[in-house]
């Protein structure tokens, strides 16, 4: 393996802060600082100087041309390259990078989902710089990242919402901070790291299994004779090809000034892990976007290939994404760190109730914002938490929580000023972070949420979440705003305590996986949404896109769009299942199977022609079974052929997820126990794809 020169080589494809602070003269560089932090405007002319030194420093490093790189609502990144030639009359070019081409692109926003918001005759969309998110060089293009929007300015992607969410949440944490005494804080950045899982497997072998191609996880395949079930690939040594291959991967996102930091094995055999170090939301976004490309040409290189779909094989555990999720002051506070003193103390009590609020009143939108026909095969199963939305606290802050709910926390100490600090221990990490079994945890100085899968976008739980804590905390304000100082220990006290006691169902530190909590949160009163389509309409309910309207994250018509879009993603990839599973047993499967019927057949024949004593039981046997099988996989696949083109008939996307969820994946399944039960006997050489076998255990 070749080792490089980290310190000298991180970020060096980054037009980080220090290119800026270094090329760009003083007031410009200033100007384009505040314009990053606040989301203002940039003059013409700044634009200008920023374009034309982003350009030198682009072709220095090789780039021959720009992309406005967005993030449409397909969850995926979409790219256009211009280069950035310009002819001159005597047949040479020069390299040219006007303010205006970084500010504003406007690409034909057509062909991308726009689920209602762009009328047909207006096709054009427009992108917009996001200073805030560095610009970087990828494969001789520099790379910058940009908001999507459509011309009456509705938002066409997940940057946007996005960007707009921190931003509410910065308004609203600012106003309670500066009430409860923190007057130097002016803004508050949300800070994510997302944990990325994904599988690696033979290039080879997944290039002759269609459904990895089609659909990115295996429709079809019966369990080998080994699984997960030794433990013995967690955390195990790295097989030297998979090493090499992390190392590779590590160097590329270092350039690219993504901060990898863990890797290991994961649960599944051939499951990995890769963790970076937290960032500012949207960057860590953009970043855990462009980690999933490199895991991907990385893995290509190797002669692997990197699946990232949430459920790849069935019988082991899948792949999901843990959000890791904090508030971070403008003074460098951690707001859900306890802190040292009665005052941080304080500040992370608030943030902890908020969140508590938030998660509670909007679990619904929370599980939304997880929501796709990938994630459904995790949710629930046992490996990954279930679809019930709960909070995990551990049971110091359980304590902590109790005797606040009890009003015994505060009047122990027997102060004037609140005597929190006395009460609130050092929450100790690794004490909080051991129930794998909770969608929401508190894991020491921030909130995991655990129910993403590994292929989404992040933005979309972020963007929930941020918008729901803000909402709470605009709450908590108004509630307090008008109490006179030396009444505000109490009103808070009062407030953190009105706060638990109504929302302290949503809190639940036992084991997630037992059937016996599902019973008690329904009890409890929480949402049980098992599937996206019992998810995704809550959106639409008048609180949610109230709360999604007051803070400016989303207009009615741009909820409605996501609406429309997550239904129609959701019927689109069952259909594509559906078709592909079709194909593959009909054309691939069923020859496999005649061929080897035909051969067990003509064998047993020559034998009774030779010796016609002979019992040929075991070939009988073979016989009878598969021929049983071919008549079980007969009817199911043309049960699934009818049902899907009765699926293609339904106009109305909400009606066709719940026909997609509850007839076509149950024909799937079926149609897969036949082709399994089959495929167990057949020998390889007969099948017309590779084995979980060969898959999962060939690396
Ligand atoms: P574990 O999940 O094993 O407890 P860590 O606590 O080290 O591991 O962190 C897991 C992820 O959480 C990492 O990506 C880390 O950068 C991120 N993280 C740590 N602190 C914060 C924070 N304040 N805000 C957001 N993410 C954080
Ligand atoms: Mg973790």
């Known amino acids: 393996m070749e080792s490089i020169n980290v310190p000298e080589t991180y970020g060096s494809l980054v037009f980080s802060d220090t290119v800026m602070k270094e090329r760009l003269p003083k007031d410009v560089y200033k100007t384009v600082s505040k314009c990053a932090t606040t989301g203002t405007h940039l003059e013409a002319d700044v634009a200008n100087t920023v374009a034309a030194v982003m350009k030198n420093w682009a072709v220095e490093h090789g780039a021959t041309h720009y992309t406005h790189w967005f993030q449409p609502m397909t969850g995926l990144t979409a790219e256009k390259h211009d280069s950035f030639i310009d002819p001159c009359p005597n047949g040479t070019v020069i390299m040219e990078f006007s303010g205006k081409e970084l500010i504003k692109g406007e ?81 508050v950045d949300t800070t994510v790291g997302a944990e990325q899982e994904y599988f690696l497997i033979d290039k080879d072998l997944y290039l002759k299994r269609k459904d990895l191609l089609m659909t990115g996880r295996t429709l079809l395949g019966a369990a080998a004779p080994k699984g997960q079930e030794m433990e013995d690939h967690y955390f195990g040594v790295l097989k030297p090809k998979v090493s090499s291959y992390m190392h590779d991967l590590d160097q590329e996102l270092w350039k690219l000034g993504v901060p990898a930091k863990t890797k290991h094995n994961e649960v599944a055999p051939s499951q990995h892990e890769l963790a970076p170090v937290f960032e500012t939301a949207n960057v860590a976004v953009d970043h855990n976007q462009l980690t999933m490309e490199i895991m991907k040409k990385v893995a290509d290189k190797h002669n692997f290939a990197c699946l990232l779909h949430e459920k790849p094989f069935e019988g082991v555990n899948g792949s999901g994404k843990h959000n890791n999720w904090s508030i971070v002051t403008n003074t460098g506070i951690n707001l859900l760190d306890p ?109 995991e949420f655990r129910m993403p899968g590994s292929s989404l976008s992040v933005a979309d739980p972020n963007i929930v979440l941020n918008t729901a804590v803000a909402e709470e905390l605009s709450k908590f304000y108004e509630q307090l705003k008008d109490v006179p100082a030396d ?123 030779l010796f016609p004593d002979l019992k040929v039981s075991y070939e009988e046997k073979i016989i009878k079974t598969l021929d049983e099988a071919e008549d079980v996989i007969n009817t199911a696949l043309e049960k699934l052929a009818e049902d899907t083109k009765k699926a293609e008939e339904i106009s109305d996307e909400a009606e066709a997820s ?27 050489n007969y099948l017309p794809y590779p084995t979980y076998g060969e898959m999962l255990f060939s690396l």
């Open 487 to 609: 009444q505000l220990d109490d009103a808070i006290t009062e407030l953190l305590k009105k706060t638990l006691d109504d929302h302290k169902r949503i809190l639940f530190n036992g084991n997630g996986y037992t059937d016996e909590w599902i019973e008690e949160a329904e009890k409890r009163g929480l949402e049980n949404l098992k599937a996206l389509p019992d998810a995704i309409p809550t959106l639409l309910k008048d609180k949610n896109v109230a709360l999604f309207e007051k803070h400016a994250i989303f207009t009615k018509a741009e909820v409605e769009s996501r609406y429309e879009i997550f239904l129609e993603n959701y019927n689109k990839t069952i259909h594509i299942e559906s078709l592909t599973m079709q194909e593959m047993v009909r054309k691939d499967f069923t020859a496999g199977l005649i061929a080897y019927i035909k051969d067990v057949t003509c064998e047993a024949l020559k034998k009774k022609q």
């Open 658 to 684: 719940r026909f997609y969820h509850e007839t076509i994946l149950t024909d799937m399944e079926e149609l897969r126990k036949g082709v399994d039960s089959a495929e167990a006997i057949i020998p390889e």
């Open 107 to 187: 690409p034909d926003a057509s062909s991308f989902p726009s689920g209602g918001l762009r009328a047909t005759f207006e096709a054009r969309g427009y992108t917009a710089w996001d200073p805030s998110s560095p610009a970087f060089i990828k494969d001789g293009t520099l790379y910058i990242p940009t908001a999507f929007c459509s011309y009456g300015g509705e938002a066409l992607d997940k940057k946007t919402p996005l960007l707009r969410s921190m931003d509410a949440l910065s308004k609203q944490a600012v106003k309670i901070l500066n009430l409860l005494g923190a007057k130097d804080v002016t803004h």
């Open 339 to 447: 802190g040292k003193t009665p005052d941080q103390n304080t500040y992370f009590l608030v943030f902890l109730l908020a969140t508590i609020a938030a998660v509670d009143e909007y679990q619904d939108l929370m599980r939304a914002s997880v929501a796709t026909a990938g994630n459904d095969h995790r949710l629930g199963a046992n490996e990954a938490p279930p679809a019930v939305i709960s909070i995990f606290v551990g049971d110091e802050l359980a304590k902590v929580l109790k005797s606040i709910e009890n009003g015994t926390a505060f009047k122990s100490t027997g102060k004037t000023e609140m005597g929190l600090a006395n009460v609130l221990p050092h929450i100790l990490q690794d004490t909080t972070d051991r129930n794998r079994t909770s969608p929401f945890a508190f894991t020491g100085n921030k909130f």
